[in-house]
């Protein structure tokens, strides 16, 4: 499976998101350094139009046991909501499945999520990815950039329409980059309509 990460695939693998899951937490239970974490796996329907594709959950993922809840999660809500989606119509996970932020976010932690996150959106198979952050969008596209530099255009990935954009998060702690968000996600609304 590995060697078809870096194929041109245009299609769905077929690939049980269960199995996938599967494969990630029984290696993780192997490795000392992800003892005690809780896992905060993608949630929503293989084959969703849209997959939202954050970096990390946060504490209120954790105490409902799903994606993007909290302040954060709000903002996501209103941030679909202003492209007439909602958090159903939506595929959404994080590329590291549980909470790490600043020095935890290691390369070996994201060298062991990154293969597990092109097999679940392989597999997911959306029309559009929106990577909200860096990690995602580097972690996806394969790049070192920065957000600023590749975000409000769409990158191809794997055959899919990927638009790198702000994190919800970060905006809740700079609003003045909402027009930005705004203007990628009109992009994406476009794209989805045509």
């Known amino acids: 499976m590995q060697s078809s990460l870096f194929d041109s ?41 849209v997959a939202v594709v954050g970096e990390s959950p946060g504490p209120p ?18 941030i679909l909501g202003s492209i007439g989606l909602k958090r159903s119509d939506c595929y959404l996970t994080n590329t590291v499945k549980y909470i790490s932020t600043g020095d935890e976010m290691t390369p070996e932690v994201l060298n ?5 996150l092109h097999r679940e959106i392989v597999a997911v198979h959306p029309k559009v990815i929106i990577a909200f952050g860096n990690t995602p969008t580097r972690a996806l596209l394969r790049t070192k950039k920065g957000i600023t530099q590749m975000r409000g255009e769409f ?19 700079d609003p003045t980059k909402k027009r930005e968000v ?3 996600m009109k992009r994406v609304r476009d794209y989805l309509s045509s």
């Open 9 to 49: 695939n245009t299609e769905a693998s077929g690939e049980a998101l269960e199995q996938i899951f599967g494969d990630m937490l029984v290696r993780a239970k192997a490795m000392p350094q992800f003892a005690g974490r809780v896992f905060i796996l993608g949630e929503g329907a293989v084959g969703a139009r």
């Open 61 to 78: 993922d954790v105490s409902s046991g799903k994606p993007f809840m909290g302040p954060a999660g709000q903002m996501l809500d209103r």
């Open 112 to 116: 062991f999520f990154i293969p597990y």
């Open 155 to 173: 990158h191809d990935y794997n055959g899919m329409k990927l638009m790198p954009t702000f994190n919800p998060a970060y905006l809740l702690r």
């Open 182 to 184: 705004w203007e990628d």
